[in-house]
Structure formats: C-alpha cells, structure tokens
T-cell receptor
Framework: AQTVTQSQPEMSVQEAETVTLSCTYD???????LFWYKQPPSRQMILVIR????KQQNATENRFSVNFQKAAKSFSLKISDSQLGDAAMYFC???????????WGAGTKLIIKP | GAVVSQHPSRVICKSGTSVKIECRSL??????MFWYRQFPKQSLMLMATSNEGSKATYEQGVEKDKFLINHASLTLSTLTVTSAHPEDSSFYIC????????????FGPGTRLTVL
C-alpha cells in the first residue's frame, strides 16, 4: 500500500526565518511524482512545488525548495524568508501513476509569527 | 490557465433534499475529474474518480447511490448528494486532470455544504 506521512501537525516560524516541513512516503513504484500543496484559510488548494522521482535534482520554486531523498523515501519542504502569507496548511502528496490519484498526508499547519 | 471552478461555493439545504455541485474546467479539457471530501482540520479524502463518458469509480466506503457523479463532458462533472442528512455536511472539493498539462491535478475552490 502507498502511504504518505507528515509527522508534524503544526509548525511555527518567525517571519523572515527558514522552516522545514517533513514528509515521508512509501511506494513500490519506481516512477512517481511528489507534490507539496498549500491550503490557506480560503481552502483553495495551491500547488507549491512538484518533484519527479526520476530526477535527482531537487526542485526549487523561488523561496520554496525540496530535499528529495529517494532511497530514504523522504520529501521535505524548505521555506526560506518566511512571509505572513505563507501561513496555511501544507499537504504532501504522492501521485499514483497507474490511475492518477493522489495519496495525501495528514497535513502540517504552518504558523508565521510576525 | 488551468482554472477549475465549482458552483455553488456555499449551499445550505434541508434534510432529505438533494443538492448538485458542479465542477468545470474553464480553459482545458479534463479527461479525469476527482471528488474529495474534507472534514475540518483534516486532509482530503478521495470519494471518487470519474472519466469522461464512463461511470465513476468510487472509493471503498463511499455510497454510490448517495453521491451520484456524472462526467458527461470534458469540461463538466457534477456531484449530487441525494437525500442529504446533517452528517453529509462537509467541504467538497473537485479537481481536474489533463494529460497534456504536466499530468497534474488542478483544484476547484470547494463547496461548503450545510444540511440542516
């Protein structure tokens, strides 16, 4: 069975500091995608960053970057220079290629302290 | 690009009535659409996967007679909650997938259903 685990229900960080959100997963497939989604209070799901498993290079999108450790099945998200607008629920998700479904983690609530 | 809309954004209905929620892909053709349910402070729970022109595939534990899903065109899927009861109150989210756009799911803004 494929699973995604986010062990941090809540994290807080001072504005302008850096925070890392953890995600581990389990899959028997060799080719897959991993995603981080942000869900602000509006509840609109917003894609933050994606990583193809076959790519060794870690994905980066401006202040957001991942640390993808395929052998360890770890996919953490680093947010640099945290801003008040980054406050949201963050969900890690694994894309199941066979039927295009997403397997979701439980989420991490990120609080930004001004 | 890749915008998904949902209508209505919020609906309140009486117990025993049926409610229809629409999910539209505005600027792309969605071969597959997904319906999720999200309880407060929880993750998304996949209810069903629908492919255009075919019957939806429901996840285990989801009543297909209660949650009717229709995906009649490449830009529209509907979820009808039949004979709604207070326990059906929740936040419902749809997403749409196009194999031509990075093989990615694009999410609607969600619909909050309250059953009195």
């Amino acid at each position: 069975a494929q699973t995604v685990t986010q062990s941090q229900p809540e994290m807080s960080v001072q504005e302008a500091e850096t925070v890392t959100l953890s995600c581990t997963y389990d899959t028997s497939e060799s080719d897959y995608y991993l995603f981080w989604y942000k869900q602000p209070p509006s509840r609109q799901m917003i894609l933050v960053i994606r990583q193809e498993a076959y790519k060794q290079q870690n994905a980066t999108e401006n202040r957001f970057s991942v640390n993808f450790q395929k052998a360890a099945k770890s996919f953490s998200l680093k947010i640099s220079d945290s801003q008040l607008g980054d406050a949201a629920m963050y969900f890690c998700a694994l894309h199941r290629d066979s039927n295009y479904q997403l397997i979701w983690g439980a989420g991490t609530k990120l609080i930004i302290k001004p | 690009g890749a915008v998904v809309s949902q209508h209505p954004s919020r609906v309140i209905c009486k117990s025993g009535t049926s409610v229809k929620i629409e999910c539209r892909s505005l600027d792309f053709q969605a071969t597959t659409m997904f319906w999720y349910r999200q309880f407060p402070k929880q993750s998304l729970m996949l209810m069903a996967t629908s492919n255009e022109g075919s019957k939806a595939t429901y996840e285990q534990g989801v009543e297909k007679d209660k949650f009717l899903i229709n995906h009649a065109s490449l830009t529209l899927s509907t979820l009808t909650v039949t004979s709604a009861h207070p326990e059906d109150s929740s936040f419902y989210i749809c997403s749409a997938r196009s194999p031509y756009i990075l093989d990615e799911q694009f999410f609607g803004p969600g619909t909050r259903l309250t059953v009195l």
